[in-house]
């Protein structure tokens, strides 16, 4: 074969055709495209998932008061007890605990000025700014001391400094929390969107002591009570195991007999994001098939043009033939048309897929990821559909015989 | 042309030449044992009425085709003893090919249409484009090269087709009903340069029904079923 010629003859088939040669490359163009979209949005995806995973800290157990009610069993429901701050530095005193959060969460009026916003106030301990990997953009935290006197101090988050504040500095100024006025000490930096899809910005922080004596109020039956611990485990401990051992110090502290159930659940929040992100995955790789399809079935669109096109073209074949071309030719001719083809809209479904991915990350608000690789892959695959789809019919336009393809009309 | 042409060593030789074609369940025989020589530069009419075989015995001379049986050398290649490229190579290099439709690429230039045999050539061409240009303008096409088949002229269609069969060189042109689509004044001007080539030693081939455009030939062949029943050389 004369590969030259093969080429020169299948592109100027091509160019000279351009109506037969789009619709010919459409289908492999929709399906590469759906592949590439469908790609960098589960990439995309992926990405996110590890980052939040990052950002919540992968070492963290959380433990709520509670019965567990997987498996519908629900002895033990009626005791929600809280915890209390002495569970809190029980806990703390173990080696595997770098730190151990204590949080009171409620839903909170807050005032400036004019302005007044719903959001969520967390009395928390000093640890939840470790735990939860916090830092302020401006002002600062507040100190251990700071919370076990109950200074009436606040830490906001980004969402509740632009929309009290607009452009004026917080720091230093009063705000009003269900009509107790706190001193605003810190922003914390920015962190987004969270893995649920709240806005972790809309948030105070405040100490505990101040949260319980003054706001939230305080649990009657236990005191000092804490609703969520945040623990932090030192890195190499296996996580299992010091979930276990958390188990057995609350059991014997809030006093259940054995054979009792829990009263309370110890988590890890990583877990669960990993099984959603595994979710995700199949998700991703569900639509990465039916991609693959439509690309095979755009192959066969290209296989189908082709066999019209052969026909449509018997008589040229026939010249071609007449003229001296040999069978190897005539096969590499359209072999390479269709490879073109393949390819040529490969490339343009590929730059459409990641336009169409970038287009719904922008509408979406959902992350894409472009990855080089998977364009190859994908220009890769269009190729193979070609040379797969493209060898029968050139396979039939070089076993023509010259003198009926030239009587042919 | 003198008369010796023919007592020179033949360039097309069939010896006994049959062709059987099989139609459903009954044989055709297209050719009946013919014996024929063509001698270099001599221009030859093939006639006959259609289903005579004249049009089987061209497909045969121009390498499209290997006969059922006997003899046929072409240029001293015997071919029932060729693969189906050698037979490709022998059109390229030894046979052009002039048809009734013209059979032109429509969407190609002129000159993309003459370049054709030249690219599918195994001799190493240096030059395809000055060889194309110089064959359109041996036809009297050298204005109008980059013109597409639709934007010329049926006469000047078919001079490009002969520019086409002249682009290797080659021993033979076969000549299909090569004015059968053209009206008298446009034929008369094909037809002259066909006798033309033929001087300069090309053995011109043309399978026609027409009386006075096979009158252009020194010889005339006649066909019918399948058997060569008259062969007639024009006194000079």
């Known amino acids: 074969m004369k590969i030259k010629v093969a080429f020169q003859s299948a592109l100027e088939s091509l160019i000279t055709n351009p109506l037969r040669s789009f619709l010919t490359m459409l289908g492999i163009m929709i399906g590469v495209a759906s592949v590439m979209a469908m790609m960098a949005i589960s990439e995309g995806a992926a990405q996110q998932v590890d980052a939040q995973i990052s950002a919540l800290g992968a070492n963290n157990l959380t433990i709520r008061p509670g019965a567990d009610r997987r498996g519908g069993r629900s002895s033990g429901a009626a005791s929600a007890t809280p915890f209390t701050d002495k569970i809190v530095e029980r806990l703390k005193q173990e080696s595997f605990a770098v730190a151990v959060s204590a949080t009171n969460r409620g839903s909170v009026t807050v005032v400036s000025g004019q302005q007044n916003w719903q959001t969520s106030l967390y009395g928390v301990n000093t640890d939840y700014f470790i735990t939860q990997a916090w830092q302020t953009t401006e002002g600062r935290l507040f100190d251990e001391g700071e919370e076990k006197s109950g200074r009436a101090y606040a830490v906001i988050g ?14 230093g100024q009063r705000i009003r929390v269900n009509n107790v006025p706190l001193e605003v000490i810190g922003i914390l930096e920015k962190k987004g969107q969270s893995n649920f899809g709240g806005d972790r910005d809309d948030i105070i922080l405040i100490p505990i002591s101040t949260a319980r004596n003054r706001i939230l109020g305080a649990d009657p039956t236990t005191g000092k009570h804490v609703s969520t611990m945040e623990v932090s485990v030192t890195d190499n401990y296996d996580m299992a195991l010091v979930q276990s051992q958390i188990e057995d110090i609350l059991r014997d502290l809030r006093r259940i007999s054995p054979g009792d159930a829990d009263d309370f659940r110890v988590f890890n929040i990583a877990d669960f994001i990993r099984a959603r992100s595994s979710t995700q995955a199949t998700f991703g790789i569900l639509l990465a098939f039916t991609a693959a399809v439509s690309l095979i079935v755009g192959g066969v669109g290209v296989m189908n043009i082709m066999l019209v096109s052969v026909t449509e073209r018997t008589r040229e074949i026939g010249l071609r033939m007449a003229l001296g071309a040999r069978k190897a030719d005539i096969l590499g001719q359209f072999l390479i048309e269709a490879i073109a083809l393949c390819f040529l809209g490969g490339l343009i479904g590929s730059v459409l897929g ?27 695959a269009s190729v193979a559909v070609g040379l797969f789809f493209g060898y029968f019919p050139a396979r039939r336009a070089a076993k023509l015989n010259p003198i009926e393809a030239l009587r042919h009309d | 042309m003198p008369d010796l042409a023919h007592k020179k060593k033949p360039i097309i030789q069939c010896r006994n030449v049959t062709k059987t074609y099989v139609v459903g369940d009954h044989e055709v025989h297209a050719l009946r044992g013919v014996d024929i020589d063509f001698y270099a530069g001599e221009m030859t009419a093939i006639m006959g009425p259609s289903g005579s075989g004249k049009s089987t015995l061209m497909n045969l001379i121009g390498a499209l085709d290997t006969p059922t049986s006997g003899s046929l050398l072409i240029n001293g290649e015997e071919l029932s003893a060729l693969s189906s490229d050698q037979l490709a190579d022998i ?12 059979n032109l690429l429509g969407r190609a230039s002129a000159l993309t249409n003459v370049k054709l045999p030249l690219r599918y050539s195994r001799k190493h061409i240096t030059d395809i484009h000055d060889r194309a240009e110089e064959c359109l303008k041996m036809v009297g096409l050298g204005e109008r090269m980059d013109h597409k088949p639709m934007q010329l002229s049926g006469g000047q269609q078919q001079r490009v087709a002969i520019a086409r069969a002249l682009a290797c060189s080659p021993a033979v042109i076969l000549a299909d009903e090569p004015t059968g689509a053209l009206d008298t004044k446009t034929s008369i001007e094909i037809m002259e340069l066909l006798v033309n080539l033929g001087k300069q030693g090309i053995t011109v081939i043309l399978v026609t029904h027409e009386q006075d455009v096979a009158d252009y030939a020194h010889r005339q062949l006649r066909f019918r079923d399948g058997q060569l029943v008259s062969d007639e050389r024009r006194s000079s």
């Not at chain 1, 980004?158 to 720091?171: C, K, M, S, V």
């Not at chain 2, 052009?96 to 439709?101: I, N, R």
């Open chain 1, 158 to 171: 980004q969402t509740i400094a632009d929309t009290l504040f607009e452009g004026t500095n917080p720091i």
């Open chain 1, 354 to 380: 990641i336009g169409a991915a970038k287009l719904a990350a922008n509408l979406g608000d959902f992350p894409v990821n472009v990855s080089m690789s998977i364009a190859l892959i994908a220009l890769g």
């Open chain 2, 91 to 102: 059109r390229n290099e030894t046979i052009g090919f002039v048809f009734q439709q013209f």
